[in-house]
């Protein structure tokens, strides 16, 4: 009996939800941006990835269900971001998962408890050794000074070949 939809009021996306007379209910973080979001086949709960308030700098996957706060569906590895999620139906998920260290791959796990957290892997990455020599150093999250004065946050792959100064006059950022 609800109508979700994105809305950016306060210059980030979060999803609000319109209920017969009554006034839109905001369902996620106002001040966090919402990446993309999915609605369940039984059109109960809904799934969307974005960062959190405490690592702006990494998607990761919430669960709305009800009328309790977003929860975020715990995940594997805390370098990954995990993002592009579809119900595959009612209780599974699948979602694409990816970082520094680990090459993007397709992954699936249960919504209820009942497995234990434990995802599985649809596919099969490259080897170890191929992967990794291609892959950028470690990601730095920088803020840097818009022309207008305000913040624009970013995140910077340096090459691994590349000195630890190179010519990056943007201040860091520490989330």
Do not use: N
């Amino acid at each position: 009996g609800r109508l979700v939809f994105p809305y950016q009021k306060t210059g980030f996306r979060a999803l609000r939800a319109l209920v017969p007379g009554a006034a839109p209910a905001i369902l996620t973080p106002p001040d966090i941006e919402v990446d993309g979001a999915v609605q369940s086949p039984d059109r109960r709960r809904i799934l969307y990835w974005s960062p959190s308030a405490g690592d702006r700098a990494r998607l990761d996957l919430y669960l709305i269900d009800g009328k309790a706060p977003p929860r975020r569906l715990s995940g594997g590895d805390r370098a990954a971001i995990r993002y592009g999620a579809q119900f595959a139906d009612d209780t599974r998920i699948v979602w694409r998962e990816a970082g520094v260290r680990i090459p993007e791959r397709l992954r699936t796990g249960s919504l209820d408890d009942s497995s234990g957290g434990k995802a599985e892997t649809l596919s099969t990455p490259a080897p170890a050794q191929a992967r990794f020599a291609m892959l950028p150093g470690e990601a730095e999250t920088l803020t840097l000074a818009a022309p207008d004065g305000g913040a624009v946050h970013a995140i910077l792959y340096r090459s691994r070949q590349a000195p630890a100064t190179s010519a990056c006059t943007s201040s860091r950022h520490s989330a």
